[in-house]
């Protein structure tokens, strides 16, 4: 492996599951996704971690969320919801 990339790949392990988070809906946007679809599509969990985590992102302004009916919806700015 190759300075450079070994470097890559030791700056990705060190991101925290906010990081990854963030990063997931930044690189999807504008499309929303419900928590269940972030643990599938980021492997972070479990489940309630992930909730922890976007309600901390939605409170702090790095991206958006709504509830429809039992289920939360997050996105990045730019981004439109779908009902």
């Given amino acids: 492996m190759t300075r450079d990339n070994s470097t890559k790949l030791t700056d ?7 990081d990854k988070i963030l990063s ?12 269940a679809e972030i643990v599938a599509r ?16 939605s409170r702090g302004g790095k991206i958006h969320g709504r509830c429809f009916g039992n289920e939360w919806q997050f996105w990045t700015e730019g981004a439109s919801t779908q009902s």
């Fill in 42 to 57: 980021t492997g972070v969990r479990p489940h309630q971690q992930v909730f922890q985590i976007t309600q901390q992102l």
């Fill in 24 to 35: 997931f809906l930044e690189l999807i946007s504008p499309q929303a996704v419900s928590n």
């Fill in 12 to 18: 990705l392990l060190r991101r925290t599951n906010a």
